[in-house]
């Protein structure tokens, strides 16, 4: 009797113990992958045209390798994760034409919001920052497998963003890990290219197209022009790139519609422009003729980012004639345009 109460206790520890073994290998190593890749190897953040907010771009990739199944798995499949790695966060694109810019980006689990997929280190990321992807596996089978999730990718620019291309190499890295999303191993890796594009822009105040401002010229009681200059200012202008810029008369002078013989029916003017070290002016004197478009020549901006307060200033002419009665007219156009 002392030797059955004692061996009792001896068989039941030893068969818990072969229990818990076999159920800690299920949980750890139901499915053992052998080889993986992933396919394709880039992503875009697409285009960002400022003003304008970056819109997150998908990415659908495919994971292919093969599998061993050796111990079967209750739950019917196998699962792998998918992250991205980088030598250092936050993660940026460079300019490929050279230079100090570079332009912010993420890689994330959702179009909005979601996980970020990237990660540092050498070892294994964290399961938050990992995408899981299951995959249906036999019961003690070795096979191939391929299955797809999408990865999104989101420009973080900042202002002003220099136009041109963007590009940065990562690592793509795959590793086992259990249908609870728990990662075991990396099972491979590759390069991985993310690149973006920023369209050349220019802006006045956040705008391509500000409303019209105006300005009025004086005319005396007697019919003369009076002459002091007209000033005007316009705060925040930028470009990310080098510009152009350019003055534009559309009636050649300040106009009316009336004539009367021996009276003058325009009020010509000069118009000058000064941004980020460009001077252009326009002078609807220079051409006789009226009614028709007067442009001076652009001038060009210094500086890759070119910023600042577009500074205008007006100077009515004396007429020569006395001016016919009726409304007068002109719309003189600022332009600030990428080169």
């Not at 068969?15 to 076999?22: E, F, G, L, S, Y």
């Not at 007067?294 to 007429?319: C, K, Y």
Request: charged share 5%; hydrophobic share 40%; net charge neutral.
């Amino acid at each position: 009797m002392k030797i059955k109460a004692t061996s009792r206790p001896a068989l039941l520890g030893f068969a818990i113990a072969v229990a818990c073994a076999c159920g800690s290998q299920q949980a750890q190593a139901v499915c053992a992958i052998l080889s993986s890749s992933v396919s394709p190897l880039s992503i875009s953040t697409g285009t960002y045209s400022p003003p304008n907010a970056p819109s997150p771009q998908s990415l659908t990739i495919t994971v292919s390798g093969t599998y061993l199944a050796a111990l079967g798995d209750l739950a019917g499949g196998c699962a792998i994760a998918v992250a991205f790695n980088r030598s250092s966060l936050p993660a940026s694109m460079a300019l490929t034409s050279g230079g100090s810019a570079s332009m912010p980006y993420t890689l994330q689990s959702a179009s909005s919001g979601g996980n970020s997929l990237l990660y540092t280190g050498s070892g294994l990321p964290a399961q938050s920052n990992s995408l899981l992807l299951n995959f249906p596996a036999s019961t003690l089978s070795i096979a191939s497998f391929s299955v797809s999730g999408t990865v999104w990718a989101l420009a973080q620019p900042i202002d002003p963003q220099q136009a041109g291309s963007y590009l940065d190499n990562l690592t793509v890295r795959v590793f086992s890990s259990t249908l609870a999303g728990i990662l075991q191993g990396q099972v491979s890796s590759q390069t991985f290219t993310v690149t973006g594009q920023v369209a050349k822009s220019c802006t006045i105040g956040g705008l391509f197209h500000p409303a019209a401002d105006t300005a009025t010229i004086p005319v005396t009681a007697g019919g003369q022009v009076v002459t002091a200059v007209i000033n005007k200012s316009y705060a925040n202008a930028v470009c990310n790139t080098p510009s152009s810029l350019q003055l534009t008369s559309q009636n050649g002078g300040v106009t009316t519609a009336s004539t009367a013989a021996g009276l003058q029916n325009f009020i010509n003017y000069s118009a000058s422009a000064s941004f980020s070290g460009a001077s252009a002016s326009v002078d609807t004197a220079t051409n006789p003729a009226t009614g028709v478009q007067e442009s001076g020549s652009p001038a060009s901006t210094s500086g890759s980012l070119p910023s600042g307060t577009l500074s205008v200033s007006i100077v009515p002419q004396l007429n020569s004639k006395t001016l016919v009665a009726g409304p007068y007219a002109d719309t003189l156009t600022i332009t600030i345009s990428p080169q």
